[in-house]
């Protein structure tokens, strides 16, 4: 019964490095989704379903229900996944990754979503600037937001495009939805996030019936406080190790 850590945008598995140096399970996987340091297969057209039905089929080559992570967009298509087989799915545990009709695009998201502005803005991007935006607004430690960067390749350029574009009107589309899910949740939210605001953490929360664990940090808990993350990940699992 393996625990599963599901990255977002714009990461790799890398991004859950400090939280698993803090965790004592040692069967836990941190996987890179399609396009993410990872290939595509043939035909993979990295949109929002397809990312769903990708995790599906390599979840049910487990045999077993697991307990299922994700940040950011990994929230979100572990959620999805939650709510479309909870057979899947022992346990849930995620954020800074809302699912609302009532959530708002960030600036950003937006110019990923237009064709003309967000294919200049992939072809413009330069590591070290990013690097240094993404630490500025996010709070990111420098060197880890260096790393980042560093892995953000024309695939993955490709792959975020694709995905923000298959996902306008996401959160009205899948929301209903998670009141299918029937795993014991937990939401984890870095509370300072200007891009994922605590508002729709909460939302998350009622929907899923779940507690809310405000973070005293930005977008990105797994480099801000990898050992608190850990800690309410391993709680979690133990108050429900006989589900």
Same mark, same amino acid.
């Given at each position: 019964?393996?625990?599963?850590?599901?990255? *977002?945008?714009?990461?790799?598995?890398?991004?859950?490095?400090?939280?698993?140096?803090?965790?004592?399970?040692?069967?836990?996987? /941190?996987?890179?989704?399609? &396009?993410? &340091?990872?290939?595509?297969?043939? *035909?993979?057209?990295?949109?929002?379903?397809?990312?769903?039905?990708?995790?599906?089929?390599?979840?049910?080559?487990? &045999?077993?229900?697991?307990?299922?992570?994700?940040? #950011?967009? &990994?929230?979100?298509?572990?959620?999805?996944?939650?709510?479309?087989?909870? #057979?899947?799915?022992?346990?849930?545990?995620? +954020?800074? +990754?809302?699912?609302? /009709?009532?959530?708002?695009?960030?600036?950003?998201?937006?110019?990923?979503?237009?064709?003309?502005?967000? #294919?200049?803005?992939?072809?413009?991007?330069?590591?070290?600037?990013?690097?240094?935006?993404?630490?500025? *607004? %996010?709070?990111?430690?420098?060197?880890? /937001?260096?790393? =980042?960067?560093?892995?953000?390749? #024309?695939? =993955?350029?490709?792959?975020?495009?694709?995905?923000?574009?298959?996902?306008?009107?996401?959160?009205?589309?899948?929301?209903?939805?998670?009141?299918?899910?029937?795993?014991?949740?937990?939401?984890?939210? +870095?509370?300072?996030?200007?891009?994922?605001?605590?508002? %729709?953490?909460?939302?998350?929360?009622?929907?899923?019936?779940?507690?809310?664990?405000?973070?005293?940090?930005?977008?990105?808990?797994?480099?801000?406080?990898?050992?608190?993350?850990?800690?309410?990940?391993?709680?979690?699992?133990?108050?429900?190790?006989?589900?």
């Amino acid at each position: 019964m393996p625990a599963i850590l599901v990255h *977002g945008v714009p990461d790799t598995q890398h991004v859950w490095d400090g939280v698993r140096r803090h965790l004592t399970r040692s069967d836990v996987e /941190a996987w890179n989704l399609p &396009g993410f &340091g990872a290939e595509r297969p043939a *035909g993979f057209g990295s949109t929002k379903e397809e990312y769903a039905d990708w995790l599906i089929e390599r979840l049910e080559r487990i &045999g077993e229900p697991v307990d299922l992570v994700g940040h #950011d967009w &990994g929230c979100i298509l572990t959620l999805r996944v939650a709510s479309l087989r909870p #057979d899947l799915v022992r346990t849930w545990a995620g +954020g800074n +990754g809302p699912i609302s /009709a009532e959530y708002v695009w960030h600036p950003l998201a937006k110019i990923w979503q237009d064709r003309v502005e967000g #294919d200049r803005y992939m072809s413009e991007l330069r590591a070290e600037p990013f690097a240094e935006e993404v630490s500025a *607004g %996010f709070d990111v430690p420098l060197p880890l /937001a260096r790393e =980042m960067a560093s892995r953000v390749d #024309d695939t =993955m350029k490709d792959a975020v495009l694709k995905l923000y574009r298959s996902a306008v009107s996401m959160g009205a589309e899948w929301e209903p939805a998670l009141a299918d899910v029937t795993a014991p949740c937990v939401v984890f939210w +870095g509370a300072q996030d200007p891009a994922c605001q605590i508002e %729709f953490g909460r939302r998350l929360g009622d929907s899923l019936r779940s507690e809310v664990i405000e973070m005293d940090c930005n977008h990105w808990p797994l480099l801000q406080r990898p050992a608190e993350v850990a800690e309410i990940l391993e709680k979690h699992w133990g108050a429900h190790s006989g589900a």
